[in-house]
């Protein structure tokens, strides 16, 4: 079995009585850091000494068959540095593989830097998309940015606190100045802080420097305004297009907001008039 271990984002009374008990049990742990894991046992007094294996974004695709295999007759605890592993962590090829290999993956459950920045960043939380760190390079940056400017999910994103202001910078330019966001640094942790307000000014405030794992929260595309005169031509253009009216009233309704029935009974009245000026 491959059993993925979520560890602590930052504070240790975050470790769950399972995970000790499994840390504890082990015989075998995958780690993305060794010495990172074998500190972890040492601060949560964890008596057992399992076999370390170095499991990380560089060897990964080497070992993830050799751990399956391995797998198919023993466990295997699969840990990342903090948080639950496969979620822009290692260990995504080898639950795939193990999917594939009909080798049992199960999980224990445990903080998420993702879920606690969404959960106190005071944005929307009904739908939400992780989308975990831009590309450094400009120009796909750049391309990602455009491809998500029209997002209404909630968006959330891992950065380096080196990289923050010009990333909200860049937010700013793509998203609009306005649009609300939350920088939520060093959760669980001592100095956790979460600063709330629009793009740019988060990005004047973070130009001064900012520390810690950061997790930045952005709220989704606000809903574009539809009059009803812009409404009634994209009725009409369907319907001109071969659409039936009724289904074409339904979907544009359902786009902008309005009334179904009110824009069926305008483009009826539309097509009287324009019938009766012949």
């Not at 009585?17 to 010495?35: K, P, Q």
């Not at 956790?192 to 793009?199: I, T």
Request: a negative charge; proline letters at 5%.
């Amino acid at each position: 079995m491959i059993l993925l271990a979520a560890t602590p984002i930052g504070n240790l009374g975050d470790a769950s009585v399972r995970l000790r008990e499994t840390l504890e049990a082990a015989t075998v742990v995958a780690a993305e850091d060794t010495r990172h894991t074998a500190q972890l046992l040492r601060l949560l007094e964890i008596e057992n000494r399992p076999e370390l294996i170095a499991l990380h974004d560089h060897n990964e695709h080497e070992r993830a068959a050799a751990l399956v295999a391995r797998a198919a007759t023993e466990d295997i605890v699969l840990v990342s540095d903090a948080g639950m592993p496969t979620v822009s962590d290692p260990g995504f090829r080898v639950v795939q593989l193990a999917a594939e290999a009909g080798v049992t993956v199960s999980a224990i459950p445990g903080p998420s830097a993702v879920i606690t920045a969404l959960a106190v960043a005071g944005l929307p939380t009904d739908r939400f998309a992780f989308e975990g760190f831009l590309p450094r390079k400009a120009g796909e940056r750049g391309r990602s940015l455009a491809a998500l400017a029209a997002e209404r999910r909630t968006l959330v994103f891992f950065e380096a606190p080196t990289r923050l202001a010009a990333t909200l910078a860049d937010l700013a330019a793509a998203f609009g100045s306005e649009r609300p966001a939350a920088v939520c640094r060093e959760l669980t942790k001592l100095h956790e802080e979460v600063r709330r307000g629009p793009l740019a000014e988060l990005a004047e405030w973070a130009a001064a420097g900012v520390r810690g794992e950061i997790v930045l929260v952005v709220g989704g595309a606000p809903e574009a305004e539809v009059s009803p005169e812009a409404a009634l031509a994209e009725v009409q253009q369907r319907v001109a297009a071969g659409e039936r009216l009724k289904d074409a009233s339904r979907a544009v309704a359902e786009a902008s907001g309005l009334s179904s029935r009110e824009l069926y009974a305008a483009a009826l009245a539309a097509r009287t008039e324009n019938g009766a000026s012949r």
